[in-house]
Each structure stands twice: as structure tokens, then as C-alpha cells.
């Protein structure tokens, strides 16, 4: 089984509202990420987590903020966005183990317009 | 640092037929990972083949198979007998094989190639 989950698939917010993004896996990995592609675009590291600790964060505005509230759920907090933060919002889980991050598998997406 | 080149940014190939999608990549590091990744038109991105670098003999995943020469850094994708399901764009990353911090971790990944399987 190699399924992520995410909710929900589309929102469409104003640029005061607060919503949030989850995403949840049952695979047993420890490490989980958050990406935001842009059309016909590769998807842009967003943040990175370790065994529910923050590892990595791509320099991403605090108007994005991650949480990890257990090793199987990953949640992306929205408030006061932009108009240009509408993408596509991919998470990914992969195996860690050691010093090794293994093959990521991602989930189907959250398409947000912020209007 | 890494790169990944893909330097098609389309093609086309008839239903059934076989096509093959170029990847170049650079990269310091003995051993890592390489990926093809494919993402339909519903956006879903989808894990299609993956390649240890330390392993010589090329992947295969049914009709989908990749020619990996370290040497020259190349890493295609052969689709073969082409379904209209094929239609996608298609991402080739690289991954190093250890090291979690920054950008160890990290997927690196080409611009992606859209391709079409007409009927």
C-alpha cells in the first residue's frame, strides 16, 4: 500500500481567511513533505519533516505554517495569503531509515485559488 | 549541487507504439537514486520507476523500463506499447542515497517532458 491521502482537493480562500491542509499516511514513514507546484512546473520543496520534528524549511513565508501532530498526519496552516500562493499543494511521505530517505510517494494534491 | 536536464519540453507518439524520454543528469556523488515520476492531467504525481545508481542492471516495471548509463550520466525512460493513459508530463529526479540534512534529502527535479498518446 503505498497511499496518501490529502484534504481537501480543491479551496479556494480570500487573502484574510485561515484554512488548513491535511495529509495523512499509513505506511509507517517518518519522514513527510510538503510541495507546491505551479503549472507545468516541477514541484517546489516547501518543508520537510523527521520523525514529526521540522528538518527543513526552503526559506517558505510564515504565512505558510507546517505541524506534525503524529508520525502519520501532516497538516499545512494558511492564513493571509496571496493571490500568487494558488498551486497545487502535493505532500509525500517516504521511508527513513539511518541516513537514508527513501522513494517519496506523494499524494493526489490540494488545488488552492486564493482570491 | 545537482542537476537534472530534460530537455524536451513535449512529444507525441501513436497508441501502441514505443517512445523514449531523455534525462541528463550532473552530480559529484557516487551513489544515489533516480526517479521517473508521472503526473496526468489530474494531477496526481505517481511513482513510475526507480534506479539505485550502485545497481548496473537497468530497471523494469512492465511496460515501462530505463536505460541507465552512470558513465554519461543518462537516464531514459522507454514506454513501450504506448496507452492513451500514458498522457501525462513526465518528471525525472534525482535523489542522493544518504544524508538527511538540507540538501541531501532533497528530490531534485528536471522540467518535466508533457507527453501525448494519440488514439
Known amino acids: 500500500d503505498t497511499e496518501v491521502t490529502q484534504t481537501p482537493k480543491h479551496l479556494v480562500m480570500g487573502m484574510t481567511n485561515k484554512k488548513s491542509l491535511k495529509c495523512e499516511q499509513h505506511?509507517?514513514?517518518?519522514?513527510m513533505y510538503w510541495y507546491k507546484q505551479k503549472a507545468k512546473k516541477p514541484p517546489e520543496l516547501m518543508f520537510v519533516?523527521?520523525?514529526?520534528?521540522?528538518?527543513i524549511n526552503e526559506s517558505v513565508p510564515s504565512r505558510f505554517s507546517p505541524e506534525c501532530p503524529n508520525s502519520s498526519l501532516l497538516n499545512l496552516h494558511l492564513h493571509a495569503l496571496q493571490p500568487e500562493d494558488s498551486a497545487l499543494y502535493l505532500c509525500?511521505?517516504?521511508?527513513?531509515?539511518?541516513?537514508?530517505?527513501?522513494?517519496?510517494?506523494f499524494g493526489p494534491g490540494t488545488r488552492l485559488l486564493v482570491l | 549541487a545537482q542537476t537534472v536536464t530534460q530537455s524536451q519540453p513535449e512529444m507525441s507518439v501513436q497508441e501502441a507504439e514505443t517512445v523514449t524520454l531523455s534525462c541528463t543528469y550532473d552530480t559529484s556523488e557516487n551513489n544515489y537514486y533516480l526517479f521517473w515520476y508521472k503526473q496526468p492531467p489530474s494531477r496526481q504525481m505517481i511513482l513510475v520507476i526507480r534506479?539505485?545508481?550502485?545497481?548496473?542492471q537497468n530497471a523494469t516495471e512492465n511496460r515501462f523500463s530505463v536505460n541507465f548509463q552512470k558513465a554519461a550520466k543518462s537516464f531514459s525512460l522507454k514506454i513501450s506499447d504506448s496507452q492513451l493513459g500514458d498522457t501525462a508530463m513526465y518528471f525525472c529526479?534525482?535523489?542522493?542515497?544518504?544524508?538527511?540534512?538540507?540538501?541531501?534529502?532533497?528530490?531534485?527535479f528536471g522540467k518535466g517532458i508533457t507527453l501525448s498518446v494519440r488514439p
Open positions: 534506479q539505485e545508481a550502485y545497481k548496473q
Open positions: 519533516y523527521s520523525y514529526e520534528k521540522l528538518s
Open positions: 529526479a534525482f535523489m542522493k542515497h544518504s544524508g538527511l540534512t538540507g540538501a541531501n534529502s532533497k528530490l531534485t
Open positions: 509525500a511521505s517516504s521511508r527513513e531509515r539511518r541516513t537514508v530517505r527513501e522513494t517519496q510517494y
Open positions: 505506511m509507517g514513514h517518518r519522514a
